[in-house]
C-alpha cells in the first residue's frame, strides 16, 4: 500500500517545502494547519508519518501528541519546532515522539528521519502481522477436541482463571495433553502477546536445569564461552511452563521459590540480579502431596505453583470423546501425509472405545498415525489398529463400573430428582449375587461366605431384588 504522510504547521513555506520533499518521493501527502483538524484527521485515517509542529493555534502539538497516542495510534510522530529547548525535547519524547526536528532544518537530515520513521512504521505492520500469523497458527496447533462433561469441566475452569495473573497446577497422566492446556491458557491470558517458554524439567540433567533455567555468565563454568541467558529471561513479559516439576531437585526447588516471591534471580555465576515479570504455569503427573510427606518436594514451593490447580481427566475417563479424537486425528493425518480419506470401522471405533488407554490421547493419535501410514484399506479395521487384546483385560472393575455409570449419568437430566444412589445399588448388586450364587450351584451359605455377607441377609437381598433361585441352580 502507497505511504501517505500528513504534515501539520501553520506557516505555508514549510508546508511548500515539505510537500515538495515528499513528492520527489512519490509519497501522497495530506495537511492541516490547525491542531483540531490535524487531530480529526490521525483519528479518521491511517497515516504512515505525521510531522507536526508544536507551536499551532487552538491545540498545539504537544497535545496532538498525546491524544492520538492515548486513542493507541501506531503512526509515528516527528515533532517541529523553531524553539529548540531542552523541556520541549523531553517533552515530545516523554509523549511517544518518533523524532524532533528544529526550523530552520537541513532537508537531508530531515530525509533521513523520515526514511528511519517510515521503516519503523513498516517494521511495526510486520511485526504485527507476524503476531497475528503466530496466534492463528497456535489457534490451530491448540485444539482440544472434546464434549464430555469430565473435559468441558475443564474448559469452563481454563476460562475463570486464565485472565488472572496467577501461578497453576496442571495435575494429569502422561499423555492427557498438560502442555496443550498450558498453551490455551497462555493465548487467553493478558500475556498473550509475550514469550511462551516451555522446559520438561525431567528431560533435563540436573547438573545442567539451574543453568537452563537462570541462565550463565561467561567463565562462570568450564564451557561457558558466551554469557546466556536462561529460560526464566526468555519469557519475560510471558508464561513459563515447568512441566514434570515433581522431578526438580530440593536445592533447585528452593531457588524457584524465590523466583516466585522476589521476582528476581541470579545468572550463574552473575553478581547483579536480574528481574523478571513471569507467570508460571506448572505441570506433573505425580502425587506432590505425597512426595512432600516423603521429603521429596518443598511444601512452601507447593503452595506457591498451587494458587489453582486444574485436573486433566484420563482418556479413559471420557470415552464419549474418543470417536470425536479419532475422526479429527483421520482427518488431520489426511491433510498432513497427503493420503487419502479413510473412515474407522464400526468395531474399530468400539474397540477403540473399550481400550484402556495408558498413553491417553497422545497414545490414541500414534495407534492412528501409524494405523494411516500402513494400511492400505479404505476402511480401518480393529485389526489394522493393532492394539494388543491383551490390553483390553487390564482395566480394574472400578473401571468398567465407571464407564458404565458414566454413560448412565451423562443421560439423568440434573434438574429433577433422580434419587440415583436407590436406582443403580439394585442394579449393581443384582447381577453381583446372580453370578456368585451362579458359580456355586445356588448354595445360599457358600455364596454368603464369598459375598462376606451373613444368610440371613443375603436371603432379605435375594428376595429383594426378586432373584429366582432355581435358574441358577
Avoid: C
Avoid at 490535524?38 to 487552538?58: H, R, T, V, W, Y
Avoid at 482463571?161 to 487467553?188: C, R
Amino acid at each position: 500500500m502507497k505511504d501517505k504522510v500528513l504534515i501539520v504547521d501553520d506557516d505555508k513555506s514549510i508546508l511548500w517545502v515539505l510537500k515538495r520533499l515528499f513528492k520527489n518521493r512519490k509519497i501522497e501527502v495530506s495537511e492541516a494547519t490547525d491542531g483540531n483538524t490535524a487531530l480529526e484527521m490521525l483519528k479518521g485515517q491511517d497515516f504512515s508519518l505525521a510531522l507536526i509542529d508544536i507551536k499551532m493555534p487552538e491545540k498545539d502539538g504537544l497535545d496532538v501528541l498525546k491524544e492520538i497516542k492515548k486513542e493507541g495510534s501506531s503512526t509515528p510522530v516527528i515533532i517541529m519546532t523553531a524553539q529548540s529547548t531542552m523541556k520541549n525535547t523531553i517533552e515530545a519524547m516523554k509523549r511517544g515522539a518518533f523524532d524532533y526536528i528544529t526550523k530552520p532544518f537541513d532537508l537531508n537530515e530531515v530525509d533521513i528521519i523520515i526514511d528511519k520513521a517510515l521503516e519503523f512504521k513498516n517494521l511495526k505492520k510486520e511485526a504485527s502481522l507476524l503476531k497475528d500469523r503466530l496466534k492463528e497458527q497456535w489457534a490451530n496447533e491448540i485444539n482440544i477436541i472434546g464434549k464430555s462433561k469430565a473435559i468441558q469441566g475443564v474448559f469452563k475452569t481454563v476460562g475463570k482463571i486464565a485472565s488472572k495473573d496467577v501461578t497453576i497446577l496442571i495435575q494429569g497422566e502422561s499423555g492427557t495433553g498438560k502442555e496443550l492446556f498450558a498453551k490455551l491458557i497462555h493465548m487467553n491470558s493478558l500475556r498473550n502477546n509475550g514469550p511462551f517458554i516451555a522446559v520438561n524439567t525431567a528431560a533435563i540433567p540436573k547438573e545442567l536445569m539451574e543453568s537452563e533455567l537462570f541462565g550463565f555468565v561467561k567463565g562462570s563454568f568450564t564451557g561457558a564461552t558466551e554469557t546466556r541467558q536462561g529460560k526464566f529471561e526468555l519469557a519475560n513479559g510471558g508464561t513459563l511452563f515447568l512441566d514434570e516439576i515433581g522431578d526438580m531437585s530440593l536445592d533447585l526447588q528452593s531457588k524457584l521459590l524465590r523466583v516466585l516471591q522476589e521476582k528476581e534471580f541470579y545468572l550463574l555465576g552473575g553478581k547483579q540480579p536480574v528481574r523478571v515479570d513471569v507467570r508460571v504455569v506448572s505441570a506433573t503427573n505425580q502425587d506432590l502431596e505425597k512426595a512432600i510427606e516423603n521429603n521429596k518436594f518443598r511444601e512452601d514451593l507447593f503452595y506457591r505453583l498451587n494458587v489453582v490447580t486444574i485436573k486433566i481427566p484420563p482418556l479413559r475417563a471420557r470415552r464419549n470423546d474418543i470417536p470425536l479424537l479419532a475422526e479429527y486425528f483421520i482427518q488431520t493425518f489426511q491433510e498432513e501425509m497427503g493420503i487419502e480419506s479413510k473412515t474407522l470401522s464400526s468395531k474399530a471405533v468400539e474397540m477403540l472405545i473399550h481400550y484402556k488407554w495408558p498413553g491417553n490421547v497422545r497414545e490414541l493419535e500414534n495407534i492412528l498415525r501409524r494405523a494411516m501410514l500402513l494400511s492400505p484399506n479404505p476402511v480401518l479395521s480393529a485389526e489394522d489398529l493393532a492394539i494388543p487384546n491383551k490390553k483390553q483385560h487390564h482395566e480394574s472393575i472400578e473401571d468398567i463400573i465407571s464407564n458404565k455409570l458414566e454413560d448412565f449419568i451423562n443421560k439423568v437430566d440434573s434438574k429433577t430428582k433422580q434419587e440415583l444412589y436407590d436406582t443403580i445399588i439394585p442394579f449393581m448388586e443384582r447381577p453381583l449375587i446372580k453370578l456368585v450364587l451362579k458359580k456355586t450351584g445356588g448354595n445360599q451359605v457358600r455364596t454368603a461366605e464369598l459375598l462376606g455377607i451373613n444368610r440371613n441377609t443375603l436371603r432379605k437381598k435375594i428376595k429383594h431384588l426378586g432373584i429366582n433361585i432355581e435358574e441358577l441352580a
